[in-house]
């Protein structure tokens, strides 16, 4: 007993002088006195609250405490907000721009990747991607996304009268999109299918090692069943992505090429201005990581959010028909051109992100003390910026929990408060596609409202519970049904 009161009496006195900075910050926010306990911290509190993924922890931890809380995970100390302001003046310092600790069991995943790569390697490579990202390269984008909606189109029409579609459905369409455009596919191998799916196999394993400090990542990964599981999974992921780029080197080569010309990188595809710049500012094992990692962002990201928006748009008919009214009059065939005057589909998309940001957590770790003006928030400290319930805050959104696109209408979108909506995150670190994100969406949706009905057994957004990893879903399938217009 003597034992166990001196190693506690030891542990505290070399905490407390190791970690004074954070603890005098700490001070002022809530859930200051929750113990901290060796090896674990205050990680208990999720599980008191039995919570087995970040954004429910997030949530609830803050709805019992209140904003802004701490949390310590193991030895690392995390400021936990949903303020706009101090998320803006933090996500926009260049001293803030590395990612937080939780980010380390996501290694693995994606090894030095443009999700985890420290700021200075994330820079160079996201300022040579960028060129791929061009309004002009979108607008030779706009056409593939039309054809491949058209394709699914056709597929759902084979469908019974009243049929049903999951996540799945829409990660595979999404997931086509990005290979047809950024990789230049020309046909569809069967392993994109597989590809979309092994994305949705783990991540409900991925979110409850997430707020899981007790086993060590590389333990889980090969000793417990959900790690196992999410290993293989990345493991035939990374496995397609290898299979794809070299049979598309080989085709490169075989058409002799010239990718080390300014000129011709100006507007290559993304797989072919990465190909470009290997070894002069990117190794080989870099552009694979950075390959599977944006692959895998842009087919379940967007795929999420066309699931809960279709969810949502059956569940409201009114909003299905003011969105099919302004489907009617743009006309059928949509074009790059064409997607300013689908002002309404880009409301109902920015509704979806609000009520759901598909990536509700950005988490950082500073490097210098930042100046909040209210307070400064000490150098090695975790931040923890909860998009979700930042965009549920009545303080900056009537009625949150109502669905009503009509928040993001051109008349309306300057009583929206800076800096509280920010579904693609803000600051230099933002998403890099958010744009062919916004356009392959608005192509998506009108093309398939046109053409179908939606209906849900949802009544309202209190009924769906979520979990997260990297990206966020509802714990269930949504029911979200279709039926051919007549």
Not at 78 to 103: E, R
Not at 307 to 315: S, Y
Not at 317 to 324: G, K, R, S, Y
Request: hydrophobic share 40%; glycine share 4%; charged share 20%.
């Amino acid at each position: 007993m003597y034992f166990i009161l001196i190693t506690l009496l030891i542990f505290y006195t070399v905490f407390i002088f190791w970690k004074w900075r954070f603890i005098k910050f700490s001070w002022k926010n809530n859930a200051f006195f929750a113990p901290i306990l060796p090896v674990i911290g205050t990680m208990y509190l999720p599980v008191m609250y039995g919570c087995t993924d970040v954004i429910t922890a997030t949530s609830y931890v803050g709805s019992k405490v209140g904003f802004p809380y701490n949390v310590w995970m193991i030895f690392d100390y995390y400021y936990f907000t949903k303020d706009p302001m101090d998320i803006k003046t933090v996500l926009h310092n260049l001293s803030a721009q590395n990612k937080a600790s939780v980010y380390d069991d996501i290694a693995y995943l994606f090894p030095n990747s443009l999700l985890i790569a420290h700021y200075k390697d994330w820079r160079i490579r996201r300022k040579a991607y960028m060129k791929c990202f061009k309004p002009s390269t979108l607008k030779s984008y706009c056409s593939d996304y039309f054809q491949n909606a058209l394709d699914k189109i056709d597929n759902m029409r084979k469908e019974k009268s009243d049929f049903a579609m999951s996540y799945d459905a829409f990660n595979r369409l999404t997931c086509k999109n990005f290979f047809t455009t950024s990789v230049g596919l020309n046909e569809e191998p069967g392993s994109l299918n597989i590809f979309a799916d092994k994305l949705l196999e783990f991540e409900d394993d991925l979110a409850k090692k997430l707020v899981n400090p007790l086993i060590h990542v590389m333990l889980w990964y090969h000793l417990h069943p959900g790690g196992i599981r999410t290993a293989n999974a990345i493991k035939t992921i990374r496995s397609i992505i290898k299979q794809i780029l070299e049979k598309k080197m080989h085709q490169r080569a075989d058409a002799k090429a010239d990718f080390h010309s300014e000129d011709n990188n100006a507007e290559l595809p993304l797989l072919d201005l990465m190909t470009s710049l290997k070894e002069s500012i990117i190794s080989e094992k870099d552009l694979f990581n950075d390959m599977v990692f944006i692959a895998a962002a842009a087919t379940d990201t967007t795929g999420h959010t066309l699931m809960m928006a279709f969810t949502f748009l059956g569940m409201f008919p009114d909003v299905q028909e003011t969105l099919l009214e302004e489907i009617t009059r743009v006309g059928s065939n949509i074009t790059f051109d064409d997607l300013l005057k689908l002002s309404y589909t880009e409301a109902v998309i920015n509704e979806t992100l609000r009520l759901f940001p598909v990536v509700p957590f950005v988490g950082r770790v500073l490097d210098k003390d930042i100046d909040l003006g209210h307070k400064v928030i000490p150098r090695g400290t975790h931040f923890a910026a909860s998009i979700f319930d930042l965009h549920r805050d009545n303080r900056y959104w009537p009625d949150p929990l109502k669905f009503n696109p009509n928040r993001f209408l051109p008349e309306n979108i300057s009583k929206v408060q800076p800096g509280t909506f920010i579904p693609f995150s803000t600051g230099p670190r933002d998403c890099i596609g958010k744009a062919q994100a916004m356009a392959m969406m608005k192509i998506t949706i009108a093309l398939i409202i046109r053409n179908f009905k939606i209906h849900s057994k949802h009544k309202s957004i209190e009924e769906f519970q979520y979990i997260s990893g990297i990206t966020m879903k509802t714990r269930q399938q949504p029911d979200c049904h279709f039926s051919l217009r007549q």
